[in-house]
Every structure is written in structure tokens, then in C-alpha cells.
């Protein structure tokens, strides 16, 4: 079975589609995307250190989130990269209007495990549409490398997104793990919805 059959079984189920209109208006802005790209790989890279830090006290969330900041911030270098080797300009961050909606949509209080769901279930679906448009970038994208680059990152980001999902279900009720999963989804979508389609942008 190929990645992306296997994919399709497993993963992503987002309920709105990325704009094809995306890939391209991003390929012509690639020093916006890539800038962009570059800040998103830092804040998840930090995102995992916050709940390391946070919940130190879980073996498991601190042994399989460490080697992830490790590989989000090598990917941060990465991108980093690609903007020096093609001469652009690695710019400021900007106002992250997509994760901003998300952290707004986390559910407050709770139980100490309910906080720890609600946080990697949002880690897991940032990841999850990453996923979708790193491969709309390997496939529309006409500089090879980049496309060859994307479709790398695309098998990575979505070997994260599993990763969340299943440590939510190791630490609480896998049940409610699932319903709350889909009303992430369902509520993601009406952020992609109103937000366009913003090629400078990843998300």
C-alpha cells in the first residue's frame, strides 16, 4: 500500500478542502510562504516544548514529544535554507489569524487531562492541514526542489498529526477523544472558509 493510500485509510479527514487557487497564488509569493513556513515549524517546535514543560510529570508525553521539537526546528533550518539559497528575504512573523481562531475554540477548565486533550488535538490538526498543503505544494509548485521538499515534509507532518491523536487517546476517553475531534473539524473549516485563500500564508 502506498503512503498516500494508507493515508486516505488513516488521517486528515478535514471537512473543507484547501482553495486549488492556493498552491498557485503561493507559488508566485514564495518568499511570503516560505517566510511564513518558517515561523510555523518554530511555533511547533515551541508548542511541544510547552506541553513538556507542562506536563513533565507523563513519561510518554515527554519521550515522544521530544524527538518532535527536535525535527520541527530542523525543519525550521530547513526552510530557513531554502530562502538563503534563493536569495529572498527571511522577513517578520506576522499576525497568525488561523491559530489565533484555533487557541480561541480551546475549551477552558476542565480536568487536567481534558486541558491536555484539548491542546494536542489542536497541535493535531494544524499539523493535519500542513499535511494537506505541503502536498498541494509537491504537486503544483514548479521548482523542482521545492516540490521534492513539500512531499518530504508532507509524510512528516502527517506522521505528527497520528501522533497527537493518539496520545489524546492514551490519556483520556478515546470516545469523547472522537467527538471533540469532530467538532475541531467542523469548526476548522469554517475558519479556512473565512479566511480565504491567502497565498502568502501557510495556513
Not at 492514551?170 to 467527538?179: A, I, L, M, Q, T
Request: aromatic letters at 10%.
Amino acid at each position: 500500500m502506498s503512503w498516500e493510500e494508507s493515508t486516505k485509510q488513516k488521517m486528515l479527514h478535514l471537512k473543507l478542502p484547501t482553495d486549488p487557487r492556493w498552491a498557485g497564488v503561493a507559488g508566485m509569493q514564495l518568499e511570503d510562504i516560505l517566510t511564513d513556513h518558517a515561523y510555523c515549524e518554530q511555533k511547533a517546535a515551541s508548542s511541544c516544548i510547552s506541553l513538556i514543560l507542562r506536563f513533565n510529570d507523563l513519561d510518554e508525553i515527554v519521550d515522544t514529544l521530544t524527538p518532535i521539537v527536535a525535527e520541527e526546528w530542523g525543519h525550521f533550518e530547513r526552510v530557513l535554507e531554502q530562502i538563503r539559497k534563493r536569495d529572498l528575504k527571511f522577513g517578520f512573523p506576522r499576525k497568525d489569524e488561523y491559530v489565533i481562531e484555533l487557541t480561541n475554540f480551546v475549551k477552558k477548565g476542565g480536568s487536567r487531562m481534558q486541558q491536555l486533550t484539548e491542546q494536542l488535538l489542536m497541535n493535531a490538526l494544524i499539523e493535519a492541514r500542513s499535511c494537506e498543503r505541503f502536498k498541494l505544494l509537491s504537486r503544483e509548485l514548479e521548482d523542482a526542489e521545492l516540490k521534492s521538499f513539500y512531499y518530504e515534509l508532507m509524510v512528516s507532518e502527517a506522521g505528527h498529526y497520528v501522533t497527537f491523536i493518539e496520545l489524546a487517546k492514551k490519556y483520556f476517553d478515546p470516545v469523547k477523544v472522537n467527538e471533540r475531534w469532530q467538532e475541531w473539524l467542523e469548526f476548522e473549516a469554517k475558519v479556512i472558509s473565512n479566511l480565504g485563500v491567502r497565498g502568502d500564508r501557510m495556513h
